[in-house]
């Protein structure tokens, strides 16, 4: 299948700074990103689509200030999560794919992210 | 409140035996769903998929069913092996491909027996 790719895979930050977390597909052009979240023993819980060339659509409950989203070219989608607070650590993930082009939503491997 | 639910947090399964996880939804714009295998700290695997205008899709050792009346799929693996232990994730979109995004269930963590 398809291969998506995040980095970092894991990071560790202090409380208030920022963290930038890359997912690129690498065999494919993607106009659309997704960004799920994922708490320890729960689902993946959608947080934003990442459209290239346009501003992210977020989930209801979802900071868009906090959870910044930048989908600059067709194989890469950011998100950083700005003034990071202890209760924003969590294993991030991306995916890519889906419509006519795949039809599934390719994962990346995930972000660790513990906020300290 | 749960658009996808699944109801197992866990099954244990003999190798070699059938294992049937299921999955209730209750969204009726749900149009596509799938299924994917995911280990801790890993992102999910895509496993198969189904459409609503199908009742079945089969590849390999791995079968969807879906209710559509019901509200309810099931995926069917057979035989089971030690490699397929793992948390199984049912997902729904109301798009083809998940291309709205998917929303998941809880996860049931399947565990084969040697």
């Known amino acids: 299948g398809a291969v998506v790719s995040q980095h970092p895979s894991r990071v560790i930050c202090k409380s208030g700074t920022s963290v930038k977390i890359e997912c690129r597909s690498l065999?494919?052009?993607?106009?659309?990103m997704f960004w799920y979240r994922q708490f320890p023993k729960q689902s993946l819980m959608l947080m934003a689509t990442?459209?290239?060339?346009?501003?992210?659509?977020?989930e209801q409950g979802v900071e868009k200030d906090k959870f910044l989203i930048n989908h600059a070219s067709l194989t890469l989608s950011t998100l950083t999560v700005t003034s990071a607070h202890p209760e924003d650590s969590s294993f991030y993930i991306c995916?890519?794919?889906?419509?006519?082009?795949?039809?599934?939503?390719?994962f990346g491997p995930g972000t660790r992210l513990t906020v300290l | 409140d749960q658009q996808v639910k699944q109801n197992s947090p866990s099954l244990s399964v003999q190798e070699g035996r059938i294992s049937i996880l299921n999955c209730d939804y209750t969204?009726?714009?749900?149009?596509?769903f799938l299924w994917y295998k995911k280990y801790p700290a890993e992102g999910p695997t895509f496993l198969i998929s189904?459409?609503?205008?199908?009742d079945k899709n089969e590849d390999g050792r791995f079968t969807v069913f879906l209710n559509k009346s019901a509200k309810h799929l099931s995926l069917h693996i057979v035989p089971s092996q030690p490699g397929d232990s793992a948390v199984y994730f049912c997902?729904?979109?109301?798009?083809?491909?998940?291309?709205?995004?998917?929303?998941f269930g809880k996860g049931t963590h399947l565990i084969i027996q040697p």
């Open positions: 995916s890519a794919g889906g419509g006519g082009v795949t039809d599934t939503q390719y």
């Open positions: 065999d494919f052009q993607a106009t659309t």
């Open positions: 990442s459209n290239e060339g346009s501003k992210a659509t977020y």
């Open positions: 969204n009726s714009m749900f149009d596509y």
């Open positions: 189904i459409s609503s205008i199908k």
């Open positions: 997902a729904a979109s109301s798009k083809r491909g998940g291309a709205d995004g998917l929303t």
